[in-house]
């Protein structure tokens, strides 16, 4: 979670960049056409994904642009986010497995920065070895990043 000023007000792409810089043990990569990608101990946790066939707009059938990969801890959380009718989240049957959800950037507004935050946190939660999880834990009980 982020705490303090700013938490409630919509999430930016420049949100992404800093909540995910701002975990340790965080390496910054260039994906392909050097889009960013976050990792921890060499395990991507979220990334900005090329366009592909998969993610369309479904009125012109256009690939989106602007997909930000997340992970997320396990499949109920993945079920519940892109569920949930409120949440920008989706998927795509070439996700069918894969612990993550997308989210296109145009949306990130959608969110509040305290939800984007708990997003990545949660990513790299579930990406980052049990002892470096466990020692963020233990000095961030309240799951903030101030």
Do not use: C
């Not at 409630?8 to 800093?18: L, W, Y």
């Not at 066939?53 to 892109?82: C, G, M, N, S």
């Not at 950037?105 to 935050?117: D, F, M, P, V």
């Amino acid at each position: 979670m982020v705490a303090g000023r700013g938490a409630d007000r919509p999430a930016t792409v420049a949100d992404v960049h800093a909540i995910a810089t701002s975990m340790p043990h965080v390496q910054q990569v260039g994906g392909s056409r050097d889009n960013a990608v976050y990792q921890v101990g060499g395990k991507s946790f979220v990334f900005f994904r090329n366009p592909r066939p998969d993610a369309f707009d479904p009125d012109t059938d256009e690939r989106y642009d602007d997909v930000i990969v997340f992970w997320v801890p396990d499949e109920a959380d993945k079920l519940a986010l892109v569920q949930d009718p409120d949440h920008p989240a989706f998927t795509t049957p070439h996700f069918d497995g894969h612990l993550s959800v997308l989210v296109r950037a145009s949306r990130l507004g959608e969110l509040t920065r305290r939800q984007l935050a708990e997003l990545i946190i949660d990513g790299w939660l579930s990406r980052a070895s049990a002892r470096r999880a466990a020692d963020w834990l233990a000095a961030h009980p309240d799951r903030s990043l101030d």
